[in-house]
């Protein structure tokens, strides 16, 4: 009785005072110490794990280490042609809890690293924190400080920018959901859902997305509905992060991912787009503060993402020009129904 009510007492004590990783906006400091050259080199189809250790300094100053398990992932920025850094994936030791209050509870983390620059990391990482606004239907994200230490090389590079994204599987559990992949058309998806994130992505000029393909996209399953949520991530690619590699495909016929396009499907009673258009407006001004009082960006790129919001707010603000855009996926003789070729299945 005695073991039962003190392992219930640190439970309570754990829901009440620990803060999850991503409840926290606080940049936190890591330095990756290890063989980092071979891991970062390691971009082949089936990379291994290394034993890399991941270190930081908490509150009293004092350095927590953990031993963990890295590997690059992803596709077009593993690629060494098109980026400096890899994408990495985290993989943490069953005793996490035990050696890192900051990283408790947590299994596996997406590392973004940057590909081009710090710069670009910053502006993708505002663009999760634009749909955490949007909806708790979404990945969470942790900017972070990341020192590399490699320990065959006395040359010590600067630090950078990265940031940590949120477990699919945490994200799904907290949305009382399950992550599951099943191919489907998004006609066939939960429809308030779907339309929210696909005038997200037209809000930041994303066409980089697929539910059939589930290209950038997740599925969730909840209890409470049989038809699936789609749940968006990885936005380098669009307009409002505007990095130097990113251009839409050429099938959309588009001149710049700055352009927007909405891709979702055709929707002969338009009245439906009225819900996401009224959760959009809500959310503007905490949008704009997302930009205008981060001491992160330079002003030049404030004020052209500034722009850049302007012309979706005056847009979904004038029936006329909402109506033409989004009915856009009705139109025959448009690109909206088009297979990509780097979409397209094997």
């Not at 400091?29 to 991941?54: C, E, F, V």
């Not at 943490?92 to 299994?107: H, I, K, M």
């Amino acid at each position: 009785f005695e073991r039962q009510r003190e392992e219930s007492y640190f439970v309570v004590k754990k829901t009440i005072f620990e803060k999850d990783l991503f409840d926290s906006d606080e940049i936190i400091s890591i330095t990756l110490k290890g063989n980092i050259r071979q891991l970062l080199n390691d971009r082949a189809d089936k990379p291994t794990s290394h034993s890399i250790t991941l270190s930081y300094r908490d509150k009293d100053s004092s350095e927590v280490s953990i031993p963990v398990q890295m590997k690059t992932r992803g596709h077009f920025r593993k690629l060494k042609e098109n980026c400096k850094y890899p994408p990495l994936q985290i993989s943490f030791p069953a005793d996490v809890n035990r050696l890192s209050p900051e990283f408790s509870g947590q299994t596996k983390l997406k590392l973004v690293m940057p590909c081009v620059g710090d710069d670009y990391v910053i502006r993708e990482w505002l663009v999760y924190k634009i749909y955490n606004l949007i909806t708790p239907k979404s990945f969470r994200a942790r900017l972070v400080r990341i020192n590399l230490n490699d320990i065959k090389s006395k040359k010590q590079q600067a630090p950078f920018y990265g940031f940590l994204i949120e477990d699919e599987k945490k994200m799904a559990e907290r949305n009382k959901a399950n992550v599951v992949e099943q191919k489907l058309r998004p006609e066939e998806t939960k429809q308030d859902d779907f339309l929210t994130m696909a005038v997200f992505q037209y809000l930041i000029g994303n066409t980089d997305w697929s539910v059939q393909y589930l290209q950038n996209i997740k599925l969730l399953k909840t209890e409470s509905s049989a038809q699936l949520i789609t749940v968006p991530y990885d936005f380098d690619h669009s307009g409002i992060v505007s990095a130097p590699y990113a251009h839409p495909a050429e099938e959309l016929l588009m001149r710049s991912v700055q352009e927007r396009r909405y891709r979702g499907y055709c929707m002969k009673d338009l009245k439906v787009f009225e819900k996401p258009i009224a959760l959009f407006n809500r959310s503007k001004s905490d949008i704009y503060d997302l930009y205008t009082k981060s001491k992160l960006l330079d002003e030049k790129y404030i004020k052209s993402v500034t722009t850049y919001l302007d012309e979706f707010y005056t847009t979904i603000n004038d029936p006329k020009r909402w109506q033409r855009d989004f009915a856009y996926p009705c139109d025959k003789s448009g690109t909206c129904n088009v297979v990509i070729k780097g979409l397209k299945e094997d």
